[in-house]
T-cell receptor
């Protein structure tokens, strides 16, 4: 049973370009969280999505950032017109429906390291 | 808002030493508390959790007790190994209709020397 898959693992963009980060949740999971980890810091919540719906985007910057989780396919975190300050590791975590969560509410992917030149 | 404060790192110990990493939290209500571990280049792995006051989470020789009176969840291990070298994150979550977003501390880098 594959875990949470994120790609690419490393992404390099120049200032002003767009970055697209993909997250395929574990099989059977319909909930996705995105977190950002700045260098030498902890993870900060960005957005929580269920299939086709954004449930909580309280941690998402108001401009340039967007997220989606379509009915088919991976969740996408999109950053438009990237700036140097967007350089970070972006982690995705997935979870099943509430009644199935058991002892581990979220399973994390290995992250995408985004570098802005 | 909710927050987690962790012991500043880095922490360097000799193999077989006793480990304590302090964690305190600020939150309304009754959060669940977690310790996650991150190895270089990887995502976070759940180490242990506790969901209510006085619960003790334990895994792989690590333990932490949910202390509501001191709002703490300190991580301990009696005898560390080189393979325990990693970054450790304390976190909390307050489930809200299925939304279990995590609030993390800044992490503590642990290095164990043989």
């Amino acid at each position: 049973n594959a875990g949470v898959m994120q790609n690419p693992r490393h992404l390099v963009r120049r200032r002003g370009q767009e970055a697209r980060l993909r997250c395929s949740p574990m099989k059977g999971h319909s909930h996705v969280y995105w977190y950002r980890q700045l260098p030498e810091e902890g993870l900060k919540f960005m957005v929580y999505l269920q299939k086709e719906n954004i449930i909580d985007e309280s941690g998402m910057p108001k401009e340039r950032f967007s997220a989606e989780f379509p009915k088919e396919g991976p969740s996408i975190l999109r950053i438009q017109q990237v700036v140097r300050g967007d350089s970070a590791a972006y982690f995705c975590a997935s979870s099943p429906d509430l009644v199935q969560r058991g002892n581990q509410p979220q399973h994390f992917g290995d992250g995408t390291r985004l570098s802005i030149l | 808002g909710d927050s987690v404060t962790q012991m500043e790192g880095p922490v360097t110990l000799s193999e077989e030493a006793f480990l304590t990493i302090n964690c305190t939290y600020t939150a309304t209500g009754y959060p669940s508390l977690f310790w996650y571990v991150q190895y270089p280049g990887e995502g976070l792995q759940l180490l242990l959790k506790a969901t209510k006051a006085d619960d003790k989470g334990s895994n792989k020789g690590f333990e932490a007790t949910y202390r509501k009176e001191t709002t703490s969840f300190h991580l301990e291990k009696g005898s560390v190994q080189v393979s325990d070298s990693a970054v450790y994150f304390c976190a909390l979550a307050k489930p809200n209709f299925g939304n279990e977003k995590l609030t993390f501390g800044t992490g503590t880098r642990l290095t164990i020397i043989p």
